[in-house]
Structures are given as C-alpha cells and as structure tokens.
C-alpha cells in the first residue's frame, strides 16, 4: 500500500485548550495549519450518552509526522482518550500542498 504524503488529522478539545494545542502544533511544525472551530459532540462515555460543547481542530500536515503529532496532541490534551483520527489527502491545489510540505519541514 501507498500511503499519503499529506494527510488531514481531526481532534476534539474544549474551548480554550484547543487554540492552545493547535498553536503549540503548528510551532512545532507538526502541522502547517490547524482550523478550529465549534462543534457539539454526542457520545457514550462510562456507560452514559454525553453533550458538550467542543472544538474541532482540522490538522494539515505530512503523513511522516503522524505518529509525532498524535505523541504530542496526547501530551498536551487533557482528555484521557482524545479523538484523533487521519484521512489520506488525495489531492488537492498543488501550490497549497507544496505549502503545506515547507511548513512541516
């Protein structure tokens, strides 16, 4: 199997720890760009259906820095189990993609 040079890393984090996390990411050139946003999450945790209010960080990357990135998210996040999931980049604009691989350099 081929893998993807570029992949789009998704992670939940509350309010205020996810614009840390996401600054702290792209300092470490583990990411070249991460968006947050708002989103509301409805889960089963310990047996009980939850709704918070959360924020979803979209991660731009290299698929050579996953395993560092998700080490990283790990250390800093304060959820015991962080949702942190990648999805291959298939394609996209070329000089945005070039972009992303200056920036994780």
């Known amino acids: 199997m081929v893998l993807p040079e ?3 890393v998704f992670c939940t984090a509350p309010a205020g720890e996810a614009e840390d996390l996401a ?3 792209v300092d470490a050139r583990l990411a070249a760009c991460v968006n947050v946003t ?3 999450s409805f889960y089963r945790w310990e047996g009980a259906v939850q709704d918070e209010s959360e924020r979803l960080l979209v991660v731009k990357t290299e698929h050579r ?5 998700i080490e990283r998210i790990q250390e800093l996040h304060s959820y015991d189990l962080p949702e942190i999931i990648a999805m291959p980049i298939v394609g996209g604009s070329a000089p945005y993609l070039d972009w992303i691989r200056e920036e994780t350099a």
């Open 38 to 40: 708002g989103v509301q």
């Open 65 to 69: 820095l996953l395993d560092p990135l």
């Open 23 to 25: 600054r702290a990411l």
């Open 6 to 8: 570029f992949v789009v």
